[in-house]
Each structure stands twice: as C-alpha cells, then as structure tokens.
C-alpha cells in the first residue's frame, strides 16, 4: 500500500493526542494524576485535544473531494470510517463542556456533571483511536491488516506515547515523575511487545493467491502483460514495494527509536530526574511511530497485486 | 435480477477492444468522464472500468496465455458499499448493480482499498471515486434496439467472448454458459461472491509439436558435398 504522509500524521498525532486526554483523565478520575495541579492537568488535556486535532486535520488532506467531507457522518451503522468520524466529532462538545465544568468548579470531582463528561470525553477518545484501527482491520483484502491486533495495536501505541508525552509535561512543569514515569515504562514495553506479536504475525503470507485469483490452480501462473503502458491509479495505490532490506532496517529503527530508546530516557528520567530526558524521550517516541506507521502500510499488500503478477498476498 | 457478465477465459484473444468501448462509451456516460492525464505527454493514464491482463499459466510444452479482462464484478457481499462512510456508494435493489452518487462522493479511497480485484479507480482530477457501471446507462435505453441493450465491452467482443444477462434467472444466456462449461468466481475463498463469471479455457490436447532431428555430422556432410560435387 502506498504510505500517504497525512494518513501516517493523522494515526501517529492522534493516537498520541488522544492517549494524552484518556491517560489523563483516567488518571485525574482515580484519584489525581501524580505530580501535577488542576492547572496542569487542563495544560496536558488540553495538549491532547491540540495534536489530537492537528491529525484530524491531516487526514483531511487524504480526502480527494474534501467539500464532501460532512457527509462522512451518514453511515455509521455499516462503516468504521463514518464510526471514527461521528465519535471524533462527538469529542468536542464533552471535552469543551469538561472545559467549562473545569473553569467554573475547579475541579473534576467537584460536581456529577463535570466528572460525567471527564468519563465521556475518555471513552469517546479511547473510541476514536479503536475505530480509526478498525477501519484497516476491517478490509479483508490486505490480510497483513485483516486481525484484531491492529485496533490493540493502535490502542497502545496511542496510550503508550500519550503516557510518555504526559511524563514529559509532568517533568516540564516540575512535578515528581516517578508514578507517571513507571507507567509510561510499562505502557512502551507493553506497546513494544504487541509490535513484535504483529510483526512475527505478518511474517508469512497467508493470503489468497494467484491460483484462485485466476481460477487457474492446476499450475504455475505469471502475468505476461498487464495492458497499460503507464502507470494507474492501482499500480500508485496499491502496488507500492519497498524493497526488502529497506523493511528489515527500518523494523529495526522502530524497535530503536520507538521503544528501546525511549525506554531507556525514562529509566534515565527515574533515576536522574532531569526533564531534558524525559524531552527525548517524547521525540524518540513519535519519530518512531512516524516510521512505525509508514512501515504498516509499504508491508501491507492488497490482493490487487495478484492480479499483477504477485503471487501470494 | 442479479445482472452480470460472463467472460470465456476460452476465446478471449486479449485484443483490448472491450476497454476501449468502455472506455469510449462510458467517458460520456453517468459517472463520466473517464479522464485522462497527459493524454499527449509522455506516459498518457487516465481512469478505466475494465482492464485485459494477460497471464501464462503451466510452463512449456504444457503452458497456455490466458486474459482475463476484469470490472466491477458487482459483488452480492460488496464491501466496498458498505465502507463507504457518506453513502455514495450503493448496490441497487433491483438489479444488483453497484454504483457511486458522485455528488456524494469525498474520495477517502476507502472503498477501492475494501474491492479486492481492482474495480474502483479513483478520477484524480475530479477527486471521485469511478467503477463500471454495467452500462446501467445503456442496458434500460428503450430508444436503442434491443438487441443493443447491452453493455459496450460485450457488444465489441470480437471473439463473443463476454455475455451480459440476469443469473438469477436458470435459463437465462449467461446461467446456462456458467452450468455448461463450470464457470467459475475470482477469488471464491474471500467470500465476496462477485456476480461475473469465467468460464475457464476447453480441456483439449496440446497441438502436437514438431520435433525437428539432429544436424548430421561433420564426416557426412562432407561426403555428401563431395558426392554432389565430384563430377565422373
């Protein structure tokens, strides 16, 4: 599949940003999150919303037609795109009304109805990032995508880099870092982990082949001629490949810049306190998602290319 | 009615003339036009609704070049309508055609990812999604004869190679060719029960190959020279 730069900016800046405002919240609703005021709280929240909305707005650029973009709200009963929008959508008016609720009480326990729409506000977010995974887990024709670990996928690397930039606030803004350090550690070797169950998983192909896709299984099939002298728009979509030793060191830059190396700035952060690694730590993490995530659509392959001479997907 | 085509993996010659009437017919036709870009550059592209490939399938003396030609196969589980996050993209009731409303349509490109043969192209200078609409514009036209109430890219087969009719019908052209001559679905594992047909190439026997014999010796050759040659 071809790796569009504002579908890879949109899923790793909303993962994060998202993660940010459910990690928050889940931790300001169990009692505080540790080392940091109401004040801070409402800076990381909002800091959230901001790169959460920063991807919104870069996965509208993927659209072709985007004046028909409100449309996207009118088949949620079938389609996890439409679900990811309206649930995206519907964020805005709870984290606002949190806002607000924030504003006027100072406080998310102060009275039912802001602790109400903190719960809603984090389980819309959690929502928006399930169903953006949902929306690749859901198509059948690419089975490197077609399994129930990309939306867990998603969802951790969305908390784990939410939990590594609310450490980073956390440190910024002077606050012990030890019990949000300890977490982010957990979530990233948590995420690192489901990375590696997904990459081990894609290892073999496994699915339809030539044979079938030309009703032709009694021998070996190769494509003559495709019948084009130029390019189309399936070759540009579907056909991207990158060439094998380039996948193989980039996997190896998302285990380094993803997760080992962040990994070892927050231990670094534990045992020193100094804010400067937990900064390091945050632009690690979201260079190697940005890879991470190119790295999710070039090792995917749709079944089109079967079509073109491939022969196994 | 379940409106689809038959294709004879058999007698299609891989000529390119149905793409061409598809591609003439339908760049004036409901979801025109077909654009093209650079149609006058270097590496002319453009939007098409029906592509021939061409495969060699077995390895030699046992091989044979088989085209398959492929658009929108009309799918009974079209996922690629049930993506679709604004609605634009339908499965009629009536006859199972899959279309796309182009006043609807954003250009997310998600329902081009959920077709697994290829089907939907998007039109990059409209920004809409474009696909075969089984000449829906053409088929129902009661100002034609009608005999010519059928899809361009069957009308053209110079090779009566491509049958157009309604499978839901038993006695119908087309579900007699797919019981006789057990004709077959694209990818049947996927499950997505493409309406089209192929009907796959006869069972005959290779013709038989010449098989030439050895050039002769050197030493022969030479008498053979000297016999023609030598005068007595």
């Known amino acids: ?313 | 009615m379940k409106l689809g085509l038959v294709i004879d993996m058999d007698t299609c010659v891989g000529c390119q003339a149905c793409v061409v009437a598809c591609k003439q017919w339908n760049t004036s036709g409901t979801l025109g036009p077909l654009t093209d870009y650079t149609p006058y550059g270097e590496s002319p592209g453009g939007v098409a609704f029906n592509r021939v490939r061409s495969y060699e399938v077995d390895v030699f003396p046992h091989s044979k070049t088989v085209n398959m030609p492929m658009s929108c196969m009309h799918c009974e589980t079209a996922e690629c309508v049930t993506v679709c996050p604004t609605g634009a993209s339908y499965k009629r009731e009536e006859d199972g055609i899959v279309l796309v409303d182009q006043d609807k349509c954003m250009g997310c490109n998600l329902c081009a990812w959920a077709c697994p043969y290829g089907a939907r192209e998007l039109d990059e200078a409209e920004g809409t999604m474009k696909k075969c609409t089984l000449c829906v514009d053409r088929i129902y036209d009661e100002l034609l004869p009608e005999a010519d109430r059928q899809p361009a890219c069957v009308l053209t087969c110079p090779t009566g190679a491509r049958h157009f009719g309604d499978f839901d019908d038993p006695e119908s052209g087309v579900s007699r060719l797919v019981r006789e001559r057990g004709g077959q679905q694209s990818l049947p594992e996927m499950g997505y029960n493409p309406v089209n047909r192929y009907l796959p190439p006869r069972n005959r026997p290779h013709a038989d190959q010449h098989r030439g014999s050895a050039p002769e010796g050197l030493a022969e050759r030479l008498k053979g020279w000297l016999g023609l040659s030598v005068n007595r």
């Open chain 1, 1 to 313: 599949m071809h790796p569009a730069l504002s579908v890879i900016v949109f899923t790793v800046a909303s993962g994060a940003g998202f993660g940010l405002v459910a990690l928050t919240l889940a931790l300001e609703l169990l009692g505080g999150v540790p080392g940091l005021g109401a004040t801070g709280v409402l800076w990381a929240v909002a800091g959230g919303v901001v790169l959460a909305t920063a991807g919104l707005l870069a996965s509208t650029l993927h659209l072709a037609n985007p004046k028909n973009a409100w449309r996207a709200f009118m088949r949620f009963r079938s389609s996890w795109l439409s679900r990811e929008a309206v649930f995206s959508v519907l964020f805005y008016p709870v984290i606002l009304l949190y806002f607000a609720g924030m504003w006027t009480h100072g406080a998310t326990d102060a009275t039912a109805w802001v602790y109400i729409a903190a719960v809603a506000a984090l389980l819309l977010a959690a929502a928006t990032v399930f169903t953006t995974g949902m929306i690749y887990a859901s198509l059948r024709t690419i089975p490197q995508w077609h399994s129930a670990l990309v939306p867990a996928n998603y969802l951790l690397l969305g908390v784990a880099s939410g939990a590594v930039l609310l450490t980073g606030i956390v440190a910024i803004s002077g606050g012990g870092t030890e019990a949000v350090g300890q977490l982010a550690v957990t979530l990233v070797v948590l995420g690192g982990f489901g990375k590696a169950v997904y990459y081990y998983w894609i290892g073999q192909p496994q699915g339809p082949s030539i044979n079938t896709a030309l009703g032709m299984t009694r021998g070996r099939v190769r494509l003559l001629e495709s019948g084009q002298s130029a390019p189309t728009f399936l070759d540009r979509e579907f056909g991207y490949q990158a060439p094998a030793s380039q996948l193989r060191w980039l996997r190896a830059v998302v285990y380094l810049a993803g997760f080992l190396l962040p990994l070892g700035m927050l231990l670094g952060l534990l045992a020193t306190g100094q804010a400067a690694y937990a900064v390091l730590a945050v632009a690690s993490m979201l260079g190697g998602l940005l890879v991470e995530r190119w790295l999710f659509f070039a090792e995917a392959r749709h079944t089109v290319n079967l079509f073109y001479g491939r022969q196994r997907c």
